[in-house]
């Protein structure tokens, strides 16, 4: 009997088995066949998030010392090296005050005057740097920063903002003491319609509420703003930018309103022409190394224009050589303090440039 | 300027060769061709072409030529005498080269980088409702990429341990195995006409509301994936959307929005694949909500229980108010609504009829109605709604218009289903100010000029 109870209690316990499996994995089968369980590993890979809560960040630390190290090696070419620069990117650093370290409000937003708004001036959760630096930065090689110089840099970038003193050391242990000090930490608001759901806001209240009045509605029908004449031009010819046929056609806006039209102005395609010379081809190595998000064709951005640079090399028998290497290798003290990084393109691409600005950027 | 009642017969519409004759010349044109004189119009464009190499210029004409007939029509051309091309001379083809002006743009100054950037697309030259996919708005954080789709993987997990029953994995084979659903929705920048928040920048329609664009999506509703993984819906209100650029962008989107199955991993635009610009293989959609939620390169779905505060929700995509704070988490795209034709930067070429189009949209739901005004806002008629008109989708409105050659402000005013009415630049500049840079859908004014030439404008 003793064994015939033990049969039954397997075969009962087999059976709730079975049934077990058969719940865990119902949801999965509603499409059998599709879709896997992710491995920890596969998990550990990709999910990198932080958020307010800290959740998610790894341990490590880094000082203002070392982050300076850092932000001149890997930040300072794009960012400036105070975390000033507005040639590339929106200024990091600048409008916060001591006052703002203490009441976690940026009084300087409340002022209209007060020119453009820095990333310290608007952040309001710690998590958002340190997130966004390990996830994306430096730019042209995001994630190749090791947490370690993650907290260095966003510890330096505090530092530059006047947040913690030169002696600061940032780590996941003090994130917490250190988010109580962001300037503008107080500065946002949630009381708002304009979140799609119930979980933030106001429940999607209007903020604005207008009525459809249908005639002798109250208006001031005065004109009180609009393009001055001379950035008529500013978008380039606007016939250029409407169809050749059609209800209306592009105003001429190469000439002044009312002028005497130009003689030709037909379809001007903005894009090469498919015969690419060695010229536009090496343009479009330029473009695609991503050459000119520092250097503009004619002038300076962050480094010299490339205009600037084929007339300063345009007399040297090796210049092909030299710009090639140089185009490869980056370099600092030439056209100012700003370093360029070293590149990885080919030798066959940085040659073609270099020929191409050797040889006075022709077409 | 009057509207007529019902279509008018039909204005007379001289396609003037405008950019060839001075503008003088075109009215007198105008004014002798309806005195009955055709010579003086004939020697105006004879001298006009003389100064062109470009015969373009003389099939924008539409003289009756003392031959007695257009040499357009009396000499037969080339392609009705000779042999055309084959088939598949193009295994993709491309537009007419006579469009290459429609094209998207850059706006100039407005960027300093290509990668980090936006391209417009252009409303102005477009028809219906959807946009083709060669001229889809583009909007990069960190550069485009075309994708190998048999390498990309999509991923689910949560937050915790405990917030997803069983993380997975799927390729896009699996995917798109997956029951799908096809539907029409608007995708629009949080930020687009947020250069015109404290006056006019911009001169045409391509930059002042060029950020949008609307396609029809095919993919799986996110809710199918959500359901296979096992999610802990009590404490999983969150969403977080990843992309596998190098941004690899994350945004929050409620989880009330993917249980309504609204929200769809997508692969399909338009009948093909989604292109490498706009997040092939596989992008997120999001109904109403700023296209900065529509997260590209989709690469992994987390479920959490609050929301991230991801750079692009706590330093960008956050509205200032007045009082200096931001208005974080702000997502809906309200009603909102622009004349395209005629609009900014084009000329009228003659008085008489024109039909007045545009689009409509809402976020919040389907349009319920348009008013178009032609005099900045005093009175204003009904517009007809193009059909189907569709949730979260674009609506083309038109109405029919006779331009009496004296200035006009052509404004249009777009309603949706739950009754809110696209305010005025005062009306939303009194709640938020002018520095919010996010959310402008302020009612947009066209000056028509007397010479027929279009001005972007604001009112107060």
């Not at chain 1, 920890?40 to 000082?63: H, M, N, T, Y």
């Not at chain 1, 008529?232 to 046929?245: C, D, I, K, S, Y």
């Not at chain 1, 028998?317 to 030439?334: F, H, N, P």
């Not at chain 2, 210029?57 to 003392?66: E, F, I, K, R, Y």
């Amino acid at each position: 009997m003793s064994s015939c109870r033990r049969a039954s209690i397997a075969a009962a316990t087999l059976v709730l088995g079975l049934l077990a499996s058969a719940a865990a994995s119902a949801q999965a089968t509603a499409y059998p066949g599709l879709g896997r369980a992710a491995t920890p590993k596969e998990v550990q890979a990709w999910d990198i998030d932080v958020r307010p809560d800290f959740k998610g960040l790894p341990k490590g630390s880094g000082s203002v010392a070392r982050g300076q190290e850092v932000w001149e090696a890997k930040c300072a070419s794009c960012h400036g090296i105070f975390g000033e620069s507005n040639e590339v990117f929106s200024p990091l650093v600048g409008g916060t005050t001591k006052d703002d370290v203490k009441t976690g409000r940026v009084a300087r937003l409340t002022d209209p005057a007060f020119p453009g708004r820095t990333t310290l001036m608007k952040v309001p959760t710690l998590s958002t740097l340190w997130d966004y630096i390990y996830r994306a930065m430096p730019w042209n090689a995001p994630k190749s920063l090791q947490p370690d110089e993650v907290y260095a840099v966003t510890a330096f970038m505090l530092n530059l903002g006047g947040v913690v003193p030169d002696d600061y050391t940032l780590s996941d242990r003090n994130m917490v003491q250190t988010q109580a000090l962001l300037p503008n930490r107080n500065g946002m608001r949630t009381d708002h319609g304009l979140w799609p759901g119930r979980s933030i806001g106001n429940g999607g209240k209007p903020d604005v509420k207008a009525t459809a009045c249908m005639k002798d509605c109250a208006t001031e029908p005065t004109v009180a703003s609009f393009l001055p004449d001379f950035a008529r031009n500013a978008h380039g010819n606007l016939a250029e930018q409407n169809r050749l046929v059609g209800a209306q056609h592009g105003a001429d806006t190469t000439r002044p309103p009312g002028a005497a039209p130009a003689a030709a102005a037909a379809a001007a395609p903005p894009m090469a022409d498919s015969k690419a010379s060695a010229a536009t081809a090496a343009q479009a190595l330029a473009r695609k190394h991503n050459c000119l998000t520092c250097h503009g064709m004619d002038s300076k951005v962050v480094g010299p224009g490339l205009k600037e640079v084929a007339t300063k090399y345009a007399g040297r028998s090796d210049a092909v050589a030299y710009l090639a290497q140089k185009i490869q290798a980056g370099g600092s003290g030439v056209w100012g303090p700003i370093p360029m990084p070293v590149q990885t393109l080919s030798a066959d691409d940085a040659k073609a440039i270099a020929q191409w600005l050797a040889d006075g950027m022709k077409r | 300027m009057t509207f007529p009642a019902s279509p008018s017969p039909p204005g007379r519409l001289l396609k003037a060769p405008e950019n060839f004759i001075s503008r003088d010349g075109v009215r007198t044109v105008f004014s002798q061709a309806k005195a009955g004189r055709r010579d003086f119009m004939r020697s105006a464009f004879a001298a006009a072409v003389a100064g062109t190499a470009s015969t373009a210029a003389l099939s924008q004409a539409n003289p009756v030529p003392a031959e007695g007939g257009d040499p357009h029509i009396l000499n037969l051309p080339a392609h009705t005498t000779g042999l055309g091309q084959g088939v598949a001379t193009d295994g993709y083809g491309a537009p007419s080269k006579f469009e290459k002006n429609v094209q998207r743009r850059q706006s100039p100054g407005l960027t300093q980088t290509t990668q980090s950037s936006v391209s417009f697309a252009p409303l102005q030259s477009l028809f219906g409702i959807v946009t083709p996919n060669g001229l889809h708005f583009e909007r990069h954080h960190q550069g485009w990429w075309d994708i190998d789709p048999s390498k990309h993987r999509l991923m689910i997990n949560g937050s915790d341990e405990q917030m997803v029953k069983r993380p997975m994995v799927f390729t896009m084979d699996e995917l798109m195995r997956m029951p799908s659903v096809s539907r029409f929705h608007f995708i629009e920048c949080g930020a687009n006409t947020g250069m015109e928040w404290g006056n006019v920048a911009v001169p045409t329609c391509q930059y002042s509301h060029g950020m949008l664009s609307c396609s029809e999506f095919t993919g799986v509703p996110l809710k199918l994936l959500l359901d296979m993984a096992g999610v802990d819906l009590k404490r999983g209100r969150f969403v977080l959307a990843e992309g596998a650029d190098g941004s690899s962008m994350t945004r929050t989107i409620p989880m009330e929005m993917v249980e309504s199955g609204e929200v769809l991993v997508a692969y399909g635009q338009n009948g093909e694949m989604l292109r490498p610009e706009n997040g092939y293989p596989l992008r997120l959609v999001v109904p109403g909500v700023q296209g900065v939620s529509w997260v590209k390169y989709l690469r992994r779905i987390e479920v959490g229980d609050m929301p991230w505060a991801t750079k692009d929700e706590a330093i960008h995509y956050i509205d200032l108010m007045p009082d200096g704070r931001h208005r974080q988490y702000s997502s809906i795209q309200e009603c909102k609504s622009v004349i395209t034709t005629p609009s900014g930067g084009q000329v009228l070429l003659d008085k008489g009829f024109y039909q007045v189009t545009g689009l409509a949209w809402s976020g919040r739901g389907k349009v319920k109605r348009v008013d178009v005004s032609a005099d900045g806002g005093r009175s204003w008629k009904p517009a007809q709604l193009q059909g189907p008109v569709m949730d979260k989708c674009l609506t083309r409105f038109s109405l029919p218009w006779v331009w009496d050659g004296k200035p006009a402000l052509l404004q249009s005013r777009a309603v949706d289903d739950t009754g809110y009415v696209q305010p005025t630049y005062r009306q939303l500049r009194a709640v938020r100010g002018t520095r919010s840079i996010y959310h402008n859908h302020s009612i947009q004014t066209w000056l028509v000029q007397d010479s027929g030439e279009v001005k972007n404008v604001q009112l107060s």
